[in-house]
């Protein structure tokens, strides 16, 4: 299983930007995957989950009003759109997927919020 993102970059506070992350090696409509973050110095949090048909998409509380995750199953493809972004949304942006128990990572995308 290979998961690459895409996307991260450096963005106005207010801005937006929309993450990829592209799966191969896995019947990706048969999994749900996540988006997490990690920003400097700070613990690995859960951004964003949704189910293997993208019926059931949930964004963290703390960012459900701006961050919203998506699938496309034809393209074996992630996103997660953000907007609204603020400083302390700078962080490492991975997507993740649990295949028969094991969990998958991608090496991450940096998004950088600054002015």
């Known amino acids: 299983v290979q998961l690459v993102e895409s996307g991260g970059g450096l963005v106005q506070p207010g801005g937006s930007l929309r993450l990829s992350c592209a799966a191969s090696?896995?019947?990706?409509?048969?999994?749900?995957m996540s988006w997490y973050r990690q920003a400097p110095g700070k613990e690995r949090e859960l951004v964003a989950v949704i189910s293997s048909d993208g019926s059931s998409p949930h964004s963290a509380d703390s960012m459900k009003s701006r961050f919203t995750i998506s699938r496309d199953n034809t393209k074996n493809t992630v996103y997660l759109q953000m907007n609204s972004l603020k400083p302390e949304d700078t962080a490492e942006y991975y997507c993740n997927s649990v295949v028969v128990g094991i969990g998958y990572w991608g090496q991450g995308t940096r998004v950088t919020v600054s002015s």
């Open positions: 090696g896995v019947t990706f409509s048969s999994y749900g």
